[in-house]
Each structure stands twice: as C-alpha cells, then as structure tokens.
C-alpha cells in the first residue's frame, strides 16, 4: 500500500519511513504544508499520516484539500497537541484516526492496517476474491486452498487489483503504487509488464481463472473473463 507521510520532524519521518517499509509499504514524505499539497495533486496515496504543525501551516488544511480530492483515503493525524478539541476538528473535516506524540513505531503500524482493512476490504481481516484468499497480516496467498508464493511486488500488485475490480488501471498509476514517484518511467513500464505476468503465471498455475486484462492503449484491469 502507498503512504504518504507529512512531518517536518526529519528523525522521526525516516524512523516512520524505514518501519513501514519493512512491512511492505511505498512510503513517501513531505516536511512542508506546499510540498505535501504537491504530492497529494500529483499522486494518489492509500493513507496520509500528516503533522498538524508544519512550518508553513497546519495539517488541518491538508486534510480538507485531500478530501476535497480523494474521499477515500485514509487519514491519521500524529501531533504532540493532545487537546480534545484538536481531535474533535480532525474527525470532523475527515480524519480517521488520532496518535499523540510520542508513540510506539508499533502502534502507528498497527493503526495504518487497521485503517486500510476498514477503508478498502470492509474491515476483513481476509480477503476473499472467488478462489483467491489474501491474508494480510501475515501477507499469505491463496489460490483454491493451495499457498501461492509471490513476491512482495507481486503480491502489492495483487492486492492493488484487488482493492480496484473492474476498474481500468493505466500502467503509470500501477508503476507509482508500486515504486512511488523513486523510479524512472522509461523503466517502470517494462517492469509494471513483468510483474504482471509472473503474478498471472502464477495465479494461473494454482487454477485461477485468468483475471488480469489488458487494456489496449490504457493499461490493465481485473475482472470476471
């Protein structure tokens, strides 16, 4: 999953940054209110974890923009302001969630599943798409019963088209869930294709039915053949 991640805090971001991406994560920072505005007009992100003080304002008016933009992403503010009525305005403009400075790198990791589980598979705790079974918390795949070994970009790839079936992916919104904006486009595309068709092989050889479509001249989707 892709997250962006809002803190002018440099330690903190890269502690944030480095925890997450061991437990499979695109993560992305912003240390200013203008740059993370940027991002969130430039790219789509799963969650935001966003400061309410930023140097050059508040994360309050980054939420309202991205809601304005994209309601369904999620939203957890960290901030060492623990006054109620900080938590009672996030909650009100969007926000899904509240962690008061300090806290356990844990906590806000456990936080981030939580949130994506409820946000985009109904808070199931598997995943279940006719013979394919995901589990993510311990990130094991399915396929008729039988464990499916994939790789970890095939397996974000897997549960990017399961959070958008029968939805047209363009192969530029696959590369940059999967890489972020840290990869050269000439390459991401010939790599997006590879990924695809080992995860298809793969699925194939455990007795799916073939899912993955090709979109001539737009990119991928997953549906019912």
Known sequence: MKVLVVEDEKGLAESIIDYMAKDGYVCETAATLLEADEKIHLYTYDCVIVDLTLPDGNGFQLIETLKRLIATTGVIIISARNALEDKLKGLEIGSDDYLTKPFHL?????????????????????????????????????????????????YDLLLYFLSNVDVALTKASIAEHLWGDNIDSADSFDMVYSHIKNLRRKLLEKGSADYVQSIYGIGYKFSQP
Do not use: D, M, Y
């Not at 981030?112 to 311990?138: A, M, N, W, Y």
């Open 106 to 154: 844990s906590e806000l990791n456990a936080r981030v599943k939580s949130l994506l589980r409820r946000r985009q598979f109904g808070g199931h705790t598997e995943i279940q798409f006719r013979e394919i079974t995901v589990v993510p918390h311990t990130r094991k795949v399915f396929v008729n019963g039988q464990p499916t070994t994939l790789s970890r970009k095939e």
